[in-house]
């Protein structure tokens, strides 16, 4: 794994300067710290910052290919490069290294954009081609490894794995993207579609861009997508024998390295079923990590042992407690743009323990996206049933007027909590699975922002662009737009980003096996029976895996990290909580109602209600806009 940056002119090759490429890298040197290099020739420039994992020695970057027309710097694993090679050295290429970069050049000479069909892997990569003078840059499918963008006021392309390879460059404006903020506090995070920063944008999964000198920069086009449209057929033991093959392949192939590898394990369906088919595989004891809590509700390294003991791992715990508020400026510095999803913490803690003993760690990331194991597509998937059988006519006046009028009621037993759900029901399907994902609805936050800010948003609602999104899907049912959304959306701007994020910060290398592209596009067409059966999601998963794993690992209630931020922000956060009506950057940006800020902070420090959710928020705002240091 590895960190890229690059700067591109397009109208005019002007020359670039190396010191200017190399602080660039500098500053993604957590993400590459084994090596560095850079490569310029008029009007482009590479660079490169190294986590040596296959080909230790031989494979330095950026690298040109044997015949020195053409050159890459790249951020990723392939892990069909092997297969790849010997189809290229069938049809006359030659090779001077073992690993997977030379790989890509030379399928980039042979098949042009074509070549990303035939990648099996998540990357990142900038290819500049001396005969066409011109620069191809591509991001994986599922978006597992990141692209910054921007075009500067000198006419080029600037672009790094990290928003802070851009902010070392002098060209740079801060300025706040105002609708990125509002799309910030309605989600946790600011999706893939945008950036904290205007002129600063993500090249989306799944796209590419193909640009040449004296022409305009194109816009991205993709060149790979999810669809739902087609159901496959079989028995669910038929379809059971093909995800288990699917989910032994994507691991297997996962677990070529020449560094030591592991496994984070939660006790979770899908980290569990990693390990099991590691173990599998493996001719030593896998070495696997976990992280727990010291507050026993919180704590799930008991199911982790567990999976440890049956499968005989070489197992590491570590428990984080209550007083580790204190990491939250480095939380922030790790992601430039403001990140409110808590679990990042934790996250973070199990990279860390994970680096102690390997580089390279297997996760159990995108089974809950793309078999349907969020408790919100289940409950979605049964709303879609009643939106069917009622038309819009009876159920807005009727959930939409009990849903208004019953009382907010999160210290209830789930049943009376039923709010949401008659607000949700009122909706359109998209309007309401919008809703069940968002942090903070439309009234929420407008009650939050200034008039001037309100004006600048210039009509943007977040949620829009999710609704979007769902409607213009591949699918036919609620549940396929759900998960949709959840692929292209939530997977990216949320999990892979925290994944992203925290692995690089220690220099870890993370791998999601249940990314496998091969497995997605085999979930995408299950029948919504092998998805979620009564209240059970991720059915079919579970059901290919009772051979391997416990039923109380396979059925139990979904848990997830969880940090105790509503205690911190009564406790010792009170006063950046109330710093943040007050004295804080935020405060005084002029964005806010800052009377409604000190009202949500003194009613959640005295216990009247609990809005540690938004605060959070908005203390990591302020630690991010402090080191983005915002000029307007």
């Not at 070489?314 to 400026?329: C, K, L, M, P, Y």
């Not at 769902?470 to 949320?494: I, N, V």
Request: proline share 5%; aromatic share 8%; glycine share 8%.
């Amino acid at each position: 794994m590895c960190g890229i940056a690059g700067i591109f002119h397009g109208e005019t090759p002007k020359p670039i300067d190396p010191a200017r490429i190399e602080r660039m890298c500098d500053a993604l040197e957590h993400r590459g710290p084994d090596g560095s290099g850079v490569w310029t020739a008029p009007g482009i420039g590479l660079g490169h910052r190294r986590l040596s994992i296959i080909d230790l020695e031989g494979s330095p970057q950026p690298m040109a290919s044997k015949d020195g027309r053409a050159v890459i710097s790249f951020n990723g694993e392939i892990y069909n490069y092997r297969q790849l090679r010997r189809e290229l050295e069938q049809q006359g290429a030659n090779f001077r290294t073992n690993g997977d970069t030379e790989v890509i050049l030379a399928a980039w000479q042979r098949w042009g954009v074509d070549c990303l069909k035939r990648l099996d892997g998540m990357f990142t990569f900038a290819i500049y081609d001396l005969d066409q003078r011109s620069l191809f840059i591509a991001r994986d499918r599922l978006g597992v490894k990141p692209l910054f963008l921007s075009r500067l006021s000198d006419g080029s392309l600037a672009f790094a794995s990290e928003l802070k390879g851009l902010l070392a460059h002098p060209l740079l404006r801060r300025r706040l993207n105002p609708q990125a903020l509002d799309d910030y506090l309605a989600w946790g995070y600011v999706p893939d579609t945008t950036s904290i920063l205007a002129g600063v944008e993500k090249l989306p999964a799944g796209h590419f861009m193909l640009l040449e000198h004296g022409k305009p920069l194109s816009p991205p086009k993709q060149w790979w997508d999810i669809s739902f449209a087609e159901r496959a057929k079989g028995s669910e033991a038929d379809l059971s024998a093909q995800l288990v093959h699917l989910m032994r392949e994507a691991v297997q192939s996962r677990m070529v390295a020449d560094v030591p590898l592991g496994a984070f394990l939660s006790g979770g369906v899908d980290s569990s079923s990693v390990v099991a088919l590691m173990s599998e595989t493996s001719a030593e004891p896998v070495r696997t990590c976990s992280i727990g809590f010291d507050v026993e509700a919180l704590d799930e390294t008991s199911y982790a042992q567990k999976i440890a003991d049956k499968f005989s791992t070489n197992h590491s715990a570590r428990t984080v407690g209550q007083d580790d508020f204190g990491a939250i400026e480095a939380l922030a510095g790790m992601f430039d743009e403001p990140f409110a999803d808590a679990s990042a913490l934790p996250t973070w803690r199990v990279c860390q323990l994970a680096r102690e003993q390997v580089t390279v760690a297997l996760s159990g990331d995108g089974a809950d996206e793309a078999f349907a194991g969020y408790r919100r597509q289940v409950f979605h998937h049964h709303e879609e049933r009643l939106r069917s059988i009622l038309p819009a006519g009876l159920r807005q006046p009727l959930f939409g007027g009990l849903g208004r009028i019953w009382p907010k009621a999160d210290w209830a037993p789930r049943p009376l909590r039923a709010k949401a759900t008659l607000l949700s029901l009122a909706d359109s399907g998209e309007e309401g699975y919008a809703r069940g994902l968002s942090v903070n609805t439309p009234d929420q936050r407008s009650a939050l922002y200034s008039a001037g800010f309100v004006s600048n948003l210039q009509g943007h609602r977040a949620e829009d662009t999710l609704i979007a999104l769902m409607r213009g899907a591949p699918a036919r049912s609620g549940l396929d737009r759900a998960q949709y959304a959840d692929l292209k959306f939530w997977l990216p701007g949320d999990i892979l980003t925290k994944v992203d994020r925290t692995s690089m910060a220690v220099s870890l290398e993370a791998r999601e096996p249940l990314l496998d592209h091969r497995l997605i596009e085999f979930a995408a067409r299950l029948p919504e029976k092998m998805r979620v059966r009564g209240s059970t999601g991720k059915y079919l998963l579970k059901k290919c895996m009772e051979r391997y794993l416990p039923s109380d690992i396979l059925y139990r209630q979904k848990q997830g990290f969880v940090t105790p931020i509503a205690q911190w922000l009564r406790g010792p956060l009170a006063g950046e909580a109330r710093a943040i009506a007050t004295s804080s950057q935020v405060a005084q940006s002029g964005w806010f109602d800052k009377d409604r800020l000190s009202r949500l902070a003194e009613a959640h420090i005295a216990g009247r209600s609990d809005n540690s959710r938004i605060l959070w928020q908005l203390v990591m705002l302020e630690k991010s806009l402090k080191k983005l240091q915002i000029s307007d």
